[in-house]
T-cell receptor
Framework: DAGVTQSPTHLIKTRGQQVTLRCSPISGHKSVSWYQQVLGQGPQFIFQYYEKEERGRGNFPDRFSARQFPNYSSELNVNALLLGDSALYLC?????????????????FGAGSRLTVL | AQKVTQAQTEISVVEKEDVTLDCVYETRDTTYYLFWYKQPPSGELVFLIRRNSFDEQNEISGRYSWNFQKSTSSFNFTITASQVVDSAVYFCALSEARGTSYGKLTFGQGTILTVHP
């Protein structure tokens, strides 16, 4: 089975532009989470989506938005790019529903989209 | 608020040495989950282990072992007889055990492990 796939793998943008990153979860996984990893730091949680609904949001400005489609794939959009948005953007998918405490979901991560803002 | 601290920024060892990666966490939750992930140069985070806060039993998987001590809020990771292929960045992470929070992991800063031949 294919793992979590992300596109594009690398991209370069200039300040003020907008970017859309895409993620396809593992087949059967209904939840997608997005993380930002700045060089030399641990990943920071941005969003979690389950069944097309936002289930969690990290401490990121409104320039960051996301959505999940009926096939459970997801897009992360960042508007008005800043130099500080340069990072590796990781998508992760998981199987369980998120309802109740029934087990912590094990997130399976993709290889990421590396965004450079000039 | 949750917090994970990995005090060791970089560790360098020679092949076959044992190495322990430290992880200390903070949370107000009584139920939570702890994780270790490995990030090789390719960038993809690879899941290593998940531990439930109820279960303080140590775990061994091949050359890997984990020591969970709730009393000291630590979840340390030991690699026995390290190999060059173990070279990577290792992250400790914490998640709440609530239905709406399971997809949110709080990561530490990571420890860069370099194993020299």
């Amino acid at each position: 089975d294919a793992g979590v796939t992300q596109s594009p793998t690398h991209l370069i943008k200039t300040r003020g532009q907008q970017v859309t990153l895409r993620c396809s979860p593992i087949s059967g996984h209904k939840s997608v989470s997005w993380y930002q990893q700045v060089l030399g730091q641990g990943p920071q949680f941005i969003f979690q989506y389950y069944e097309k609904e936002e289930r969690g949001r990290g401490n990121f400005p409104d320039r960051f938005s996301a959505r999940q489609f009926p096939n459970y794939s997801s897009e992360l959009n960042v508007n008005a790019l800043l130099l500080g948005d340069s990072a590796l953007y990781l998508c992760a998918s998981s199987y369980q529903t998120g309802q109740g405490v029934a087990g912590a979901n094990v997130l399976t991560f993709g290889a990421g989209s590396r965004l450079t803002v000039l | 608020a949750q917090k994970v601290t990995q005090a060791q920024t970089e560790i360098s060892v020679v092949e076959k040495e044992d190495v322990t990666l430290d992880c200390v966490y903070e949370t107000r939750d009584t139920t939570y989950y702890l994780f270790w992930y490995k990030q090789p140069p390719s960038g993809e985070l690879v899941f290593l282990i998940r531990r439930n806060s109820f279960d303080e039993q140590n775990e061994i998987s091949g050359r890997y072992s984990w020591n969970f001590q709730k009393s000291t809020s630590s979840f340390n990771f030991t690699i026995t007889a390290s190999q060059v292929v173990d070279s990577a960045v290792y992250f400790c992470a914490l998640s709440e055990a609530r239905g709406t929070s399971y997809g949110k992991l709080t990561f530490g800063q990571g420890t860069i492990l370099t194993v020299h031949p």
